[in-house]
């Protein structure tokens, strides 16, 4: 049985940081792209960053545009999905996801077929 475990959420004001962490259990997932999404209050949930795998061996690093130069994502082991987010903003608050997909990169959720229970992350201005 798949499962994700999230953790690392909090409350911080605007300009610091949180770091957030992602643990799958029920098999190595080596190859499979683990991402993070987030939902905001009346928002739809959006596509934040993503490990996906290459075929160097290596993770390469997806992000979305409204976080590029502030979060870093980075894969610690095949189950491990760090997500360090700095100089925060009121408008990156939300319920941050974890989700397992395959092994090539989508941005789409419909391509993630494990999720976590999700991590409130807050950030007051």
């Known amino acids: 049985q798949v499962q994700l475990v999230e953790s690392g959420g909090g409350l911080v004001q605007a300009g610091g940081s949180l770091r957030l962490s992602c643990v799958a259990s029920?098999?190595?997932?080596?190859?499979?792209?683990m991402a993070w999404f987030r939902q905001a209050p009346g928002k739809e949930r959006e596509f934040v960053s993503a490990t996906r795998w290459t075929a160097a061996n290596t993770y390469y690093a997806e992000l979305a545009d409204s976080v590029k130069g502030r979060f870093a994502i980075s894969r610690a082991g095949a189950n491990t999905v760090l997500l360090q987010m700095n100089n925060l903003r009121p408008e990156d608050t939300a319920v941050y996801y974890c989700?397992?997909?395959?092994?090539?990169?989508?941005?789409?959720?419909?391509?993630?077929?494990?999720w976590g229970q999700g991590t409130q992350d807050t950030v007051s201005s």
């Open positions: 989700a397992l997909g395959s092994d090539y990169f989508e941005a789409a959720q419909s391509e993630y077929g494990y």
């Open positions: 029920g098999r190595t997932f080596s190859r499979s792209t």
